[in-house]
Nanobody, 120 residues
Framework: VQLQASGGGLVQPGGSLRLSCAPS????????MGWYRQAPGKQRELVAT???????NYADSVKGRFTISRDNAKNTVYLQMNSLIPEDTAVYYC???????????????WGQGTQVTVSS
């Protein structure tokens, strides 16, 4: 299975984007999901995570501007990004802990990344 992310693009400072991510094939269960980002020349960093029960965690740099949510019926995680600033420019990666079979274990899966560019 692959995680497929979408919703990136070019936006002006102060604008908004909504990212989505879901597995491409059949799975048994998903626990935690999250978004990470990597800017040129920097390490990948956590943006936001959400547990299966809906508890959320955010990087200090995005608190109050970004909102992570999930639709368990669709196995989809979203990242609503508002008040975007140039420093948010990065490739955004989704992550999910997925159990493929009932007798399996939860393993980490990563999406292919979607580019977000904030520029005037």
């Amino acid at each position: 299975v692959q995680l497929q992310a979408s919703g990136g693009g070019l936006v002006q400072p102060g604008g908004s984007l909504r990212l989505s991510c879901a597995p491409s094939g059949s799975i048994f269960s998903i626990s935690g999901m999250g978004w990470y980002r990597q800017a040129p020349g920097k390490q990948r960093e956590l943006v936001a995570t959400i547990t299966g029960a809906g508890s959320t965690n955010y990087a200090d740099s995005v608190k109050g501007r970004f909102t992570i949510s999930r639709d368990n019926a669709k196995n989809t995680v979203y990242l609503q990004m508002n008040s975007l600033i140039p420093e948010d420019t990065a490739v955004y990666y989704c992550n999910a802990r997925i159990k493929m079979r009932i007798w399996g274990t939860f393993d980490d899966y990563w999406g292919q990344g979607t580019q977000v560019t904030v520029s005037s």
